[in-house]
T-cell receptor
């Protein structure tokens, strides 16, 4: 099993550009989530999904969209990038929910200039 | 919603014990977790404790839970240089399917 994979590893965007961060898991996990990690602020939950077709907002959802058309994939879309979205983004998955062990991807480092 | 707080830095000498502390706000959190992040990597589950337990021991790791004060601690015995990492406390927001993390404590182990 590859576990949780994220692409790209690094990305530089200009303000106002849009892009999609990809996340996939091959463990047949129902629960997937996106976090951003910023120095001194830990991991903050952006969006999460309890299964295909179902998504919900986390702590910091503004400026981000998600969809969950399949169990395996959970892409995160930045609609109009802003410098405040410069961060490291982690995708995670677990068997059924937030109480189960979370498996994290390697992260995407995003810089918005 | 849940709020999780922890101090940002801890420096210890190799061979000493490390104690990392965490406080949380939601008394209905069922499970509390410690995750470890090594440089340049994602997080990995280190250990967890169920809310009806006071203590859990797992080799060099001891987790203590004080439900009354909503205080969680992680003790690492005989700390080694390989334990240098960021340690995150996390709790599930009661009634919601959300895992909320603290800011992370960076543990530095020096000879």
């Amino acid at each position: 099993n590859a576990g949780v994979t994220q692409t790209p590893k690094f990305q530089v965007l200009k303000t106002g550009q849009s892009m999609t961060l990809q996340c996939a898991q091959d463990m047949n996990h129902e629960y997937m989530s996106w976090y951003r990690q910023d120095p001194g602020m830990g991991l903050r939950l952006i969006h999460y999904s309890v299964g295909a077709g179902i998504t919900d907002q986390g702590e910091v959802p503004n400026g981000y969209n998600v969809s969950r058309s399949t169990t395996e994939d959970f892409p995160l879309r930045l609609l109009s990038a802003a410098p405040s979205q410069t961060s490291v983004y982690f995708c995670a998955s677990s068997r059924q929910g937030a109480e189960d062990e979370q498996y994290f991807g390697p992260g995407t480092r995003l810089t918005v200039t | 919603g849940e709020d999780v707080e922890q101090s940002l830095f801890l420096s210890v000498r190799e061979g000493d014990s490390s104690v990392i502390n965490c406080t949380y706000t939601d008394s209905s959190s069922t499970y509390l977790y410690w995750y470890k992040q090594e440089p340049g990597a994602g997080l990995q589950l280190l250990t967890y404790i169920f809310s009806n337990m006071d203590m859990k021991q797992d080799q060099r790791l001891t987790v203590l839970l004080n439900k009354k004060d909503k205080h969680l601690s992680l003790r690492i015995a005989d700390t080694q240089t390989g334990d240098s990492a960021i340690y995150f406390c996390a709790a599930v927001s009661g009634g919601y399917n959300k895992l909320i993390f603290g800011a992370g404590t960076r543990l530095a182990v020096h000879p």
